[in-house]
């Protein structure tokens, strides 16, 4: 599920971190999420695009820091910040009004629309079978940025058909139902994972399989989804890592060890596999 | 007017079995010691208000002073789970414990509207997501000029907030800078305030961004070196990245907590 790879030279883990960093070429400004991808977030800035601004729910905005945080709120991010601001004024003025390009954010459970859970796994939300972390930003995020990226791991209790809780709506039941609502922003429009790249579908706004991971078979996808992934017409893969793209995520993660390819955030795996050990 | 006070009487004086605390700080000036004192003097029944409960509130709810949280995310960060806190919801361990639950923006709206002598706010907020179904705080209201359909979540007024700050002058005036979060609404939402400060200074003299919360509106200052660690103060110490990492060990296993708590409860002065 994790850390497979058929590829020599790198891990699944950095492959999915460079796509999710390559991703964020062109924007403006990032809403980061703790974890997945605040290391990709800052592998773009180091390498791809300097000027991308970093902003964290702590109230940091522009933050430049040298090694990726291990919480939205280190010291880091506060003293490399262009502006720090309350956290009433982050969500309020900064994140509601649709100023923020690009929500970059992980999941416990992702469903076939995007939705996703980092509140409870099990049916019964009073007496759950795994108590996640709970919301923290995400909902908002997920509504009030243009768009939405999720950096996750594929694995089967990851990707479900259905999410047990909608802690964050990705295109709900399906086409229209955001515009029901009256979101403003787009919704997920890329789920990047450790073996490759799914998109909502025009359409149905289904998640489908665009992009494969180097060296990743696309049935090896499909046995880590949870639903009949789709899978696009004109399936392409992934441009292999660069030297330079390893040299400095290596770089940028060995400068604390484990922080980097522990922490999965907020709601994150970490939390769900810590669980499933009970 | 704030008092200058020890820890230990400012507890006392401040905070009862069944009020509503929020120990506030989001990932810095998290209020450790008095969350610590609060465990020490056996408070019990407690409501506790946070939006980022992190191993503070697990040590508290793990040695019983809570009996419900009203929160927005609840992690050890970048770590993983707060195990004594999924303990209690999943497990009722030491007790049950009643969930509030939010998101980080309605939380911080609900403290705004709460400082601000309002019975609720507004924002965008909670649309399509199951929240709602589970929060009673959490309601729908139109725009009286729009008509347009806008989310509301109920003020929050604790009874009592407990902040960590830099400094304080001889006054009581209150210093903080950096990452403030949303210390100031739950101060000024707060029926009662208590901060804990590295240092009582002469004067303040001024810090780029600071906040200063004047004397006449907390309660009480008790001086607590060190008094956010393993969390951090902005130029005073760096975040103890080792201990967050070691909660996750002690925290997963009652009997390893269980000796912790023995260890805080032992320890005269407290553990640092």
């Known amino acids: 599920m994790t850390g497979a790879t058929g590829s020599p030279g790198w891990t699944a883990d950095e492959m999915m971190t460079i796509a999710a960093a390559r991703s964020l ?9 703790i974890g997945l991808p605040s ?12 000027g991308l601004v970093l902003v964290y729910e702590s ?16 010291g880091e991010l506060a003293e490399t910040a262009d502006s720090v601001v309350s956290v009433p004024e982050i969500f309020n003025y900064w994140l509601q009004p649709g100023r923020i390009d690009v929500g970059f954010l992980s999941a416990a459970q992702i469903d076939r629309f995007g939705n996703i859970n980092t509140t409870v796994v099990g049916p019964d939300y009073r007496r759950p079978k795994i108590r996640l972390p709970g919301a923290g930003g995400a909902p908002e995020i997920a509504a009030s940025c243009r768009e939405v990226f999720v950096v996750v791991r594929h694995g089967i209790r990851t990707f479900v058909d259905r999410v047990d809780f909608v802690t964050s709506l990705g295109y709900g039941d399906g086409p229209g139902h955001r515009e029901r609502l009256g979101l403003r922003g787009r ?14 579908d025009p359409a149905t ?13 696309v049935d090896a996808v499909l046995a880590a989804t ?24 290596r770089e940028l993660t060995a400068s604390d060890g484990p922080r980097a390819a522990r922490s999965t955030g907020e709601g ?11 | 007017m704030a008092e200058l006070t020890s820890l230990a009487e400012a507890v006392e004086a401040l905070i009862h079995d069944g009020d509503t605390v929020a120990l506030e700080g989001f990932t810095h000036l998290i209020p450790v010691a008095a969350g610590q004192e609060i465990i020490r003097q056996g408070r019990r029944d407690l409501t506790l208000v946070r939006m980022t409960p992190d191993i503070i509130y697990d040590q508290m709810i793990g040695a019983g002073c809570a009996s419900a949280l009203v929160f927005s995310w609840g992690g050890n960060p970048g770590v993983g789970s707060l195990h004594r806190l999924r303990d209690a919801v999943e497990h009722d361990w030491p007790g049950p414990l009643r969930l509030e639950e939010h998101s980080h923006a309605g939380m911080a709206n609900r403290y705004v509207a709460g400082a601000a002598g309002l019975p609720f706010a507004v924002l965008r907020g909670y649309v399509g997501t199951d929240l709602a179904k589970h929060t009673p705080t959490v309601a729908q209201v139109a725009c009286p000029f729009t008509g347009e359909v806008l989310t509301a979540v109920a003020a929050l007024n604790p009874d009592v907030a407990v902040v960590h700050a830099q400094r304080a002058d001889r006054r009581g005036n209150v210093q903080l800078w950096g990452i403030t979060g949303v210390q100031k609404e739950a101060v000024l939402a707060a029926r009662r305030s208590l901060v804990t400060v590295e240092e009582v200074v002469d004067a303040l003299d001024p810090r780029p961004g600071a906040v200063v919360l004047p004397a006449w509106v907390v309660s009480a200052v008790a001086v ?26 002690i925290s997963r296993d009652r009997t390893a907590f269980t000796g912790w708590l023995d260890r805080l409860m032992a320890a005269a002065g407290g553990p640092r």
């Not at chain 1, 940091?60 to 291990?70: N, R």
């Not at chain 1, 992934?229 to 330079?244: F, H, N, Q, Y």
């Not at chain 2, 607590?224 to 951090?232: E, F, I, L, M, V």
């Open chain 2, 224 to 249: 607590a070196p060190r008094g956010a660690h393993p969390s951090y103060a902005q130029g005073y110490y760096e975040r103890d990245n080792g201990y967050y990492r070691d909660w996750d060990a």
């Open chain 1, 205 to 217: 706004r289904e998640l489908t399989l665009t992009t494969v991971h180097p060296g990743v078979h």
């Open chain 1, 59 to 74: 109230g940091t905005i522009g933050a430049k820091p040298t090694t990726p945080p291990l919480s939205i709120g280190d």
């Open chain 1, 268 to 278: 994150g795996l970490n939390s769900q596999s810590k669980g499933d050990e009970r």
């Open chain 1, 226 to 249: 949870g639903w009949d992934l789709a899978v696009a017409d004109g399936l392409r893969s992934t441009e292999p890592p660069t030297a330079k793209e390893l040299s400095v995520l």
């Open chain 1, 25 to 33: 070429v062109g924007r403006t400004a990032c809403f980061v999420g």
């Open chain 1, 187 to 200: 919704g997920p429009v890329l789920v990047i994972t450790d073996l490759g790249i799914l998109e909502p």
């Open chain 1, 39 to 50: 290391v990709a977030a800052n592998l773009a800035r180091r390498l791809h695009h300097p």
